[in-house]
């Protein structure tokens, strides 16, 4: 499976090329709180500056209602990219008005722009393809050639994603090449054992990567919330802890089909259980199959693994050769229950062949964390793009640049 490339663009020198990045970073206090994201693109940036193009960086970030809000400006993304670039970076107020025309004609070869957040217009993001295809032409208005290097948003039909890559010569950056060729990595042609740890809340935003990783994983480690369903589908009480009730046939189903294929599906042996959810919550260590024993009883939220399932999940980590992990173990926005997700990053820095942070919420755990993306072998921009990736779904950012 194949993307066009750079350089099937051809000489770029004085041409306008427009750069569709993943710039979705947290902001505090007017400034960028995590660069991951801006340093991931870096590569792109240079080699087409270095090509002499003139660049004109556009993206997303948060959630506005298809018009201009202050708090979601993308200003303080553009002064960081500068100062990653060590270069002049402009910014246009607007996005495809006439801040962006002045802010693109003013490029000389080589230099950078950054328009205003895609999501203050309404086009971006509409259901319907003919006004989003109406902005995407706006927006071609302002470059002779697109490059997509936004992975974390090419499961999304929009139309700097979509319709743009149609209206303009159009190429994956190499952030996407990279990231594709990683995914593929892991679903076609992975060293063994290969071990995939899964956390987070849900087992519903899990069920398809969980299915289709059935038949090629050796081992499948279950963390976060979702393992309160994995044990309640065997038949555990588990207090008052995130249970999807509706998924619990769903689970017995895998556990099935995981003994019947040969792949060891590792659930939890102990539990940190709280009071209440909250960062100085009341908590105990209880074994998996006695949650409401505890001070709490049947009240008791359970919000990490255990010490016991910490060190057992880091030690199937380490010796694994290839190793996905998507999702916290546990909430380790508090201090006193992120022991979990740290043992497994810890771990997944001492893998020997490819261990990958799968995007989204464990991206931003490592690095709250302490831990710098270099510690590992790949640290995902998408996080929802990473496992449609993996659920064998076809990307529509990723089809409109030729992949089969």
């Known amino acids: 499976m194949s993307l066009r490339s750079l350089a099937s663009l051809g000489d770029l020198a004085g041409r306008r090329v427009i750069v569709r990045c993943d710039l979705n970073v947290p902001l505090k206090d007017g400034a960028v709180a995590d660069d991951g994201r801006i340093r991931a693109s870096l590569p792109t940036l240079r080699a087409l500056t270095g090509a002499g193009a003139r660049v004109v960086v556009v993206s997303h970030l948060g959630r506005p209602e298809g018009a201009p809000d202050e708090r979601y400006s993308l200003r303080p993304v553009a002064t960081r990219l500068g100062e990653l670039l060590e270069a002049p970076v402009a ?39 003919a006004e989003r295809a109406a902005f995407a032409e706006q927006l071609a208005e302002l470059g002779d050639a ?46 063994r054992p290969y071990t995939v740890v899964l956390g987070g809340s849900k087992v519903s935003d899990k069920l398809g990567v969980i299915a289709h990783l059935l038949p090629r994983v050796d081992r ?61 919550a009341p908590h105990t260590v209880q074994s998996a199959d006695g949650i409401e024993g505890g001070p709490a009883g049947a009240s008791g939220i359970g919000l990490d693994i ?11 980590v380490a010796a694994s050769t290839t190793v996905f992990w998507n999702g916290p173990m546990g ?70 640049l030729g992949w089969q």
């Open 91 to 129: 910014f246009a107020a607007d996005t495809v008005g006439g801040a962006a025309a002045q802010a693109v004609a003013g490029l000389a070869d080589g230099q950078v722009a950054v328009l205003e957040n895609l999501r203050f217009n309404p086009g971006e993001t509409a259901k319907d393809q």
């Open 220 to 280: 499948l480690l279950i963390g976060g919330g979702m393992l309160f369903t994995f044990l309640a589908a065997q038949g555990y009480k588990v207090g008052a802890s995130l249970l999807e009730a509706d998924q619990l046939d769903t689970v017995r189903g895998y556990l099935a089909e995981a003994a019947e294929r040969g792949v060891e599906i590792v659930l939890p042996t102990d539990v940190i259980v709280a009071e209440r959810f909250a960062a100085d």
């Open 331 to 400: 909430v380790f926005e508090f201090p006193a229950f992120a022991g979990g997700t740290r043992a497994v990053a810890e771990a997944l820095t001492r893998v020997s062949g490819l261990g990958v942070v799968g995007g989204g919420d464990s991206a931003a755990a490592v690095r709250a964390l302490g831990f710098s993306d270099d510690d590992f072998g790949h640290v995902s921009t998408g996080g929802g793009a990473s496992l449609e990736f993996l659920e064998g779904k076809t990307l529509p950012g990723l089809e409109v």
């Open 306 to 316: 255990g010490p016991e399932t910490a060190a057992r999940f880091a030690e199937l």
């Open 146 to 191: 697109l490059v997509s290097d936004g992975f974390g948003v090419v499961h999304r039909k929009q139309a700097s994603v979509y319709e743009l890559a149609q209206a303009l010569p159009s190429a994956a950056g190499l952030l996407i090449e990279a990231e594709t060729d990683i995914l593929e990595r892991l679903t076609e042609r992975p060293e």
